[in-house]
């Protein structure tokens, strides 16, 4: 059964730190897109602003980060495209630039409503820093693989350059606010979100026991309060 939590920014102990850095490495199976070591220590090393750990029972299954750079950093990368040349200056009141980094979740949550739990906590704290005076005036992102680019197109995020593109460097037109606004409208306590998850798991185990594909949906739908589209997908 799971039992989620999540932990943000400053919770984030170094050692919670360390074991992002070897799920990370799990997930990306420290191939072409896996960070060098300690990388992750090294970029949150003076704040942990941005930085949400999905726990299942203190195991860490997913994660999304993101990370603010000065103007200058931030024009440098649009021309050298090195992620290893970013540098985080924390969030700081007034305008900010953001480079949204990574949304990473174990296979085995992969395709559930996980993903819309941890990216609500994580646009909540976004619009809770604007309230205060800490804006976003720019938001790029660099899509590497399939699953970053189903996410951010969801997010509302456009190729840099124009045009119909894959992979590559993306920009919010505005800054997430309409992603946030629609994150916020949908929201889902913790509770109920780990009862959803429970019940489609029970769902699953019981596939076999139902005729159709859509009962075992009705079933669900039943159960849990999500929608026959959340449930497919």
């Known amino acids: 059964m799971l039992n989620l939590s999540i932990l943000k920014n400053e919770e984030i102990s170094d050692d919670l730190l360390k074991h992002v850095e070897l799920f990370d490495k799990k997930i990306f199976s420290e191939g072409e897109f896996s960070f060098p070591e300690n990388y992750l220590s090294n970029l949150y090393a003076t704040n942990k602003e941005a930085l949400f750990v999905l726990l299942n029972n203190d195991v860490v299954v997913g994660y999304v980060n993101a990370i603010f750079l000065s103007d200058e950093n931030y024009n440098d990368y649009l021309i050298n495209k090195d992620y290893l040349s970013l540098e985080n200056i924390g969030l700081h009141d007034g305008d900010n630039n953001m480079y949204f980094f990574t949304v990473a979740l174990d296979e085995?949550?992969?395709?559930?409503?996980?993903?819309?739990?941890?990216?609500?906590?994580?646009?909540?704290?976004?619009?809770?820093?604007?309230?205060?005076?800490?804006?976003?005036?720019?938001?790029?992102?660099?899509?590497?693989?399939?699953?970053?680019?189903?996410?951010?197109?969801?997010?509302?995020?456009?190729?840099?350059?124009?045009?119909?593109?894959?992979?590559?460097?993306?920009?919010?037109?505005?800054?997430?606010?309409?992603?946030?606004?629609?994150?916020?409208?949908?929201?889902?306590?913790?509770?109920?979100?780990?009862?959803?998850?429970?019940?489609?798991?029970?769902?699953?185990?019981?596939f076999d026991k139902f005729s159709t594909k859509q009962e075992a949906v009705d079933y669900t739908v039943e159960n849990t309060g999500l929608t026959p589209t959340e449930v497919e997908t």
């Open 108 to 206: 085995t949550i992969r395709h559930t409503s996980c993903i819309k739990f941890l990216m609500y906590e994580f646009v909540k704290w976004l619009e809770t820093e604007r309230m205060l005076g800490r804006r976003i005036k720019r938001t790029i992102t660099e899509v590497i693989t399939d699953d970053g680019l189903k996410q951010t197109k969801i997010m509302g995020m456009l190729p840099l350059n124009g045009g119909e593109r894959d992979f590559g460097i993306y920009y919010s037109p505005d800054n997430l606010v309409s992603y946030t606004n629609k994150m916020l409208e949908s929201s889902t306590s913790l509770n109920t979100f780990n009862h959803a998850v429970n019940s489609i798991n029970s769902a699953n185990i019981l």
